[in-house]
């Protein structure tokens, strides 16, 4: 039996690029709050532990090339469990309006009444180069950054990339590696074959993996550390601008923040 004074509610949540860290107190808080979360396959699972012992938990990613869960049936769970147990948080790796589809989401939600709150988070394609010490602008080297999906719906390299490669702007491709070569003829024929470039695999986790050359170099470079998906793919001057950095990666770790009230800030 439906409970009646259940409000049926989804919330999109980022869950930032793979650092549990990089999540905002707002994502946090939704996910203390929700009866049920339906996450994906690139959200760190540490995660999972700020939410309620109660909480239903469902994997819905992509696990060793297979989907647990075709996106229509995850939009039917979605509708299916915001209408039996209330809030259902949707939480997606990095941002989920950056090729998340969390818009999609939200609309086939909104047709059954749901309401629908969506929460930004921290998209690999900032994210990774930065812990990489790659600015994606930078005075006298790059004005702008495109963010391009390496692979469109109908599999092929999206056609943005042969606009991108003409551009001075810096450019960063994600679910980009299977088309490595491709991007490479594509900046090649622009004359870019110098171009700096890198590779970022597992970019802001403990297995984070960097590979960087020029257009030219690039491939013998993956091949030789063997990297691959998900990887962050970054074309420009930047690339060589990158500034030095001491590892995160154990850096604030013990320091512990209460995540239950808002933070107060003296001024
Ligand atoms: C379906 S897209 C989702 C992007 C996500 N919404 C975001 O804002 O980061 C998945 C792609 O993002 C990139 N990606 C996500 N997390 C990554 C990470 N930690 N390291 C490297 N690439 C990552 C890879 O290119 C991967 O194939």
């Known amino acids: 039996m439906r409970d009646k004074n259940i409000i049926s509610k989804l919330t999109v949540v980022g869950a ?139 599999h092929k390299l999206s056609k943005d990339v042969l606009l991108a490669a003409k551009s001075k702007a810096t450019v960063v491709i994600l679910m980009g590696m299977g088309k490595l070569d491709e991007i490479v003829r594509v900046f090649s024929d622009e004359g870019k074959q110098n171009v700096p470039m890198a590779v970022i695999q597992n970019g802001t986790t403990k297995n984070e993996r960097f590979g960087v050359g020029r257009v030219e170099t690039i491939c013998d470079v993956v091949k030789k550390k063997q990297l691959s998906s998900p990887a962050v793919i970054v074309i420009g001057e930047v690339v060589s601008e990158r500034t030095k950095l001491d590892s995160l990666a154990t850096e604030f770790q013990n320091q512990s923040l209460s995540l239950t009230e808002p933070v107060e800030v003296s001024r």
């Not at 239903?56 to 147990?85: D, T, W």
């Open 16 to 154: 930032g690029p793979g650092d549990p860290d990089l999540i905002t107190l707002k994502a946090i808080k939704a996910i203390k709050g929700a009866k049920v979360i339906l996450y994906d396959a690139l959200v760190n699972e540490v995660l999972l532990k700020y939410a309620s012992p109660e909480a239903e938990l469902i994997f819905v990613g992509k696990r060793k090339g297979c989907y647990a869960y075709r996106q229509q049936q995850i939009n039917e769970l979605i509708v299916a469990r915001a209408k039996s147990h209330g809030h259902v948080v949707r939480l997606k790796g990095g941002d989920p309006f950056v090729f998340g589809r969390g818009a999609e989401e939200i609309d086939y939600a909104k047709q059954f009444d749901i309401e629908t709150y969506m929460i930004p988070g921290i998209s690999s394609a900032l994210a990774v180069p930065a812990y990489q010490g790659i600015p994606l602008t930078k005075r006298g080297s790059s004005e702008s950054f495109w963010v391009i999906t390496g692979t469109t719906k109908s």
